[in-house]
T-cell receptor, first 111, second 114 residues
């Protein structure tokens, strides 16, 4: 069936460096792609989204890139901080309300 | 304005018992979504409800699982005759508008079946 997957299950980054988390998706009909952050014991928290008619979107310290040719999504976090430690999920929306989630990438910040 | 509330936060049941998970959406939100998460995995969509209506239950097992969102009170996800495979974190999200990017998530209920 349709799925969203991530390349790296764990990413270890030095504090202050930039982090790049990657995601592959398979449903070319998806209209929205969303990145969530989930801290241990908590619910997912919206970070940033991007529509399928865009290739880049920037937020505060975060940038999402979308490459529809290769069905690839990435989340870039600038100047990574200890508070960025979490599991990051990408999700796609083949229907306007239904989220299909990837498996997650755990981001570890080294001091 | 409180966020999405879920209770209990942790629930332990023995095989064969019933589990009731509650979700109070954000004030003013009339769309509720339930998701299930196994350890080390992403969330899986279960059901989408509006007040008194089930809109999409395509992700919910046909047997033992049911959901409701009554006119008054919280949304309830009910699992009858629980089995060990039901152990997971169950998340509720709500939105005031229809759309995946408008969903706000609760802290989840962690169900453990002994």
């Amino acid at each position: 069936g349709e799925s969203v997957g991530l390349h790296l299950p764990t990413l270890s980054v030095q504090e202050g460096d930039n982090s790049i988390i990657n995601c592959a998706y398979s449903n070319s009909a998806s209209d929205y792609f969303i990145w969530y952050k989930q801290e241990s014991g908590k619910g997912p928290q919206f970070i940033i989204d991007i529509r399928s008619n865009m290739d880049k979107r920037q937020g505060q310290r975060v940038t999402v890139l979308l490459n529809k040719t290769v069905k690839h999504l990435s989340l870039q976090i600038a100047a990574t901080q200890p508070g960025d430690s979490a599991v990051y999920f990408c999700a796609e929306t083949p229907r306007y309300y239904q989220l299909i989630w990837g498996a997650g990438t755990k981001l570890i910040i080294k001091p | 304005n409180a966020g999405v509330m879920q209770n209990p936060r942790h629930l332990v049941r023995r095989r064969g018992q019933e589990a009731r998970l509650r979700c109070s959406p954000m004030k003013g939100h009339s769309h509720v979504y339930w998701y299930r998460q196994l350890p080390e995995e992403g969330l899986k969509f279960m059901v989408y409800l509006q007040k008194e209506n089930i809109i999409d239950e395509s992700g919910m097992p046909k047997e033992r699982f049911s959901a409701e969102f009554p006119k008054e009170g919280p949304s309830i996800l009910r699992i009858q005759q629980v089995v060990r495979g039901d152990s997971a974190a169950y998340f509720c999200a709500s939105s005031g508008l229809l759309g995946a990017n408008e969903q706000f998530f609760g802290p989840g209920t962690r169900l453990t079946v002994l």
